[in-house]
Structures are given as C-alpha cells and as structure tokens.
C-alpha cells in the first residue's frame, strides 16, 4: 500500500513537501514515481526514482521539484509553486501499477 500526505493550500512561490508511505520491500530497489492529475485531464509523469536512486523530471517541474526516499517514504519537495501546479498528486512505481493507485493529496496553489 501507498498512502500519500502533505498536501495543501499554498501561494504561489510557496513550497510543500509530499510524503508516500510505504513499506521498505516496497519502496526500496524499485523505481518509483510522483504522478498529477487535474480534473478532466489523465494522470501525467512529475518525477522518477530509479532503484540506484537516478532521478528524472519532466519539464514542466525541472528545477523546482526534488524526488526522494528513504526506507519508509518517497518524497517529493516542490518549490517555486505555480497555480498550474495545483492538482491530486499521486505515488506510484514506475511505470504504474494499477494496484496501487492511492487516493492522492491535493495541491492548490493561489495565484
């Protein structure tokens, strides 16, 4: 199971740091990914964490949003927020397994 927390109300330019808990088995050795989701839009790739702990962002959040983990979290630490960034954010590996699939948590950035 993947529970994902941490997410709020925040300004524009403010931070917020999501956490996805999880057991070591799950989370240790396997890529894992944070995804987004918008009312009426698919879920789409934010950031990956391969099992060596290689990292990758898609444009839209490069150099603004880190992906980490440790053995019960994988984290991501979103700076520099923009109202397009508010959306339900998702943990899941990489690529998804539908099993997965949490609630999310909302991130509503104000303009």
């Known amino acids: 199971q993947l529970v994902e927390s941490g997410g709020g109300l925040v300004q524009a330019g403010g931070s917020l740091r999501l956490s996805c808990a999880g057991s070591?088995?799950?989370?240790?050795?396997?890529?894992m990914a944070w995804y987004r989701q918008t009312p009426g839009n698919q879920r789409e790739l934010v950031a990956t964490?391969?099992?060596?702990?290689h990292v990758g962002y898609a444009d839209f959040v490069k150099g603004r949003f880190t992906i980490s983990r440790d053995s019960a979290n994988l984290y991501l630490q979103m700076d520099s927020l923009k109202p397009e960034d508010t959306a339900v954010y998702y943990c899941?590996?990489?690529?998804?397994?539908?099993?997965?699939w949490g609630q999310g948590t909302q991130v509503t950035v104000s303009s």
């Open positions: 899941n590996y990489y690529p998804p397994n539908r099993i997965y």
């Open positions: 070591r088995r799950v989370l240790i050795g396997h890529r």
């Open positions: 964490l391969t099992g060596a702990d």
